[in-house]
């Protein structure tokens, strides 16, 4: 089975702290995702990359960045944590195209800023 | 640009009713459609999917069949269970138009009660 896992499940930071959110994914996926999901606003991108040191910014790139050294792992950064930042951090990774075209989520990291 | 537009919730059914959850898109090129289940305090899964027009996916007893000539991809199960509670997320993906990115509706929250 694919399995996708982040760092944390529950994590606790103070305004302004710099935050690493950690994402392995085990298939050898070449794209990868980070969403933030929040009561009423659904799903929404924040980056994504499509290989290694490779990415692109989704529809709320501001205030985060990100780091893919290696294929496998695909890290969220807040550069200075702001409590708008408190929310559902979602990470995925995808195969693309044909009959196994899927994309895996992991568990999220619940990310409180205080 | 693409999208996708979910029937708004919350869905409130007794056991053993029968369910439907609308879901339309637009989009430009020929769409893959997806359905994604979260279940509490979890990630995204999976639910089923299709491809090309008129392809019908199934999975656990929900079903959807991809509609062309509405665009649409309503999801559908002839009798719930409690454990079928979760957000429900309708997606769609346009290689052409979003490359690897997953077009999500807004999801639809299903409680089912014993």
């Known amino acids: 089975d694919v399995k996708v896992t982040q760092s944390s499940r529950y994590l606790v930071k103070r305004t302004g702290e710099k935050v690493f959110l950690e994402c392995v994914q085990d298939?050898?996926?070449?794209?990868m995702f980070w969403y933030r999901q929040d009561p009423g606003l659904g799903l929404r991108l924040i980056y994504f990359s499509y290989d290694v040191k490779m990415k692109e910014k989704g529809d709320i790139p501001e205030g985060y960045s990100v780091s893919r050294e290696k294929k496998e792992r695909f890290s969220l950064i807040l550069e200075s944590a702001s409590t708008n930042q408190t929310s559902m951090y979602l990470c995925?990774?995808?195969?693309?195209?044909?009959?196994?075209?899927?994309?895996?989520f992991g568990p999220g990291t619940r990310l409180t800023v205080l | 640009g693409d999208s996708v537009t979910q029937m708004e919730g919350p869905v409130t059914l007794s056991e053993e009713a029968f369910l439907t959850i609308n879901c339309t898109y637009t989009a430009t090129g020929y769409p893959s459609l997806f359905w994604y289940v979260q279940y509490p305090g979890e990630g995204l899964q999976l639910l089923l999917k299709?491809?090309?027009?008129?392809d019908k996916g199934s999975n656990k007893g929900f079903e959807a069949t991809y509609r062309k000539e509405t665009t649409s991809f309503h999801l559908e199960k002839g009798s719930v269970q409690v454990s079928d509670s979760a957000v429900y997320f309708c997606a769609l993906s346009d290689w052409e138009t979003s490359g690897s990115r997953l077009t999500f509706g807004e999801g639809t929250q299903l409680t089912v009660n014993p």
């Open positions: 298939m050898d996926h070449e794209n």
């Open positions: 299709a491809t090309k027009a008129d």
């Open positions: 995925a990774s995808r195969v693309v195209g044909g009959a196994t075209d899927t994309q895996y």
